[in-house]
T-cell receptor, first 113, second 112 residues
């Protein structure tokens, strides 16, 4: 089954404790991206990657890191989480080109206390 | 930079009726893509419909259709014969050069 898998689905952590949210896709997609969703703000792109070892900042990259060492994986790293990073996070993948559907993971609800 | 505006934060409709969700965008580009995504309470993001800007014909997917007005930069979604399962958050999205911009969403509730 074609899918994007995020882990964990829920995470509560404390300020400053490094964490990683994993994202994996099994569709051989070149393009992967991370979003955060906050009430009233919709989805905002954090980082994206057009291929292995190619990553770029989205609209809200501050406080986040990503890596793309393999085509299928695109982890999101919070080196020193802060309460303003409490949000719902989505990973997505698609074939290159805008006329293709983006497949989303099921989301990670992150709470930083 | 592109912006996408969904001016209706919340809407409601009776089952079996028709509802239209509005979306406008701002861009100086001529070639781009537009999408509507649905996010039900399960949080999963699901593609509803897509439109290519160079195509004049409005896209249709079963009960879902769009009214694409390129000159007006408008991309509204019409849901016919609304069903309870259509209750969800709907996001309009613009994509150019692989970078999508999402609107803030419209929460749609379908009443029995």
């Amino acid at each position: 089954e074609a899918q994007v898998t995020q882990n964990p689905r829920y995470l509560i952590t404390v300020t400053g404790k490094k964490l990683t949210v994993t994202c994996s896709q099994n569709m051989n997609h070149e393009y992967m991206s991370w979003y955060r969703q906050d009430p009233g703000l919709g989805l905002r792109q954090i980082y994206y990657s057009m291929n292995v070892e190619v990553t770029d900042k989205g609209d809200v990259p501050e406080g986040y890191k990503v890596s793309r060492k393999e085509k299928r994986n695109f982890p999101l790293i919070l080196e020193s989480p802060s309460p303003n990073q409490t949000s719902l996070y989505f990973c997505a993948s698609s074939l290159m080109g805008g006329n293709t559907e983006a497949f989303f993971g099921q989301g990670t609800r992150l709470t930083v206390v | 930079a592109q912006t996408v505006t969904q001016s209706q934060p919340e809407m409601s409709v009776q089952e079996a009726e028709t509802v239209t969700l509005s979306c406008t965008y701002d861009t100086s580009e001529s070639n781009y893509y537009l999408f509507w995504y649905k996010q039900p309470p399960s949080r999963q993001m699901i593609l509803v419909i897509r439109q290519e800007a160079y195509k004049q014909q409005n896209a249709t997917e079963n009960r879902f259709s769009v009214n694409f007005q390129k000159a007006a930069k408008s991309f509204s979604l019409k849901i016919s014969d609304s069903q309870l399962g259509d209750t969800a958050m709907y996001f309009c999205a613009f994509e150019r050069s692989y970078i999508p911009t999402f609107g803030r969403g419209t929460s749609l509730i379908v009443h029995p």
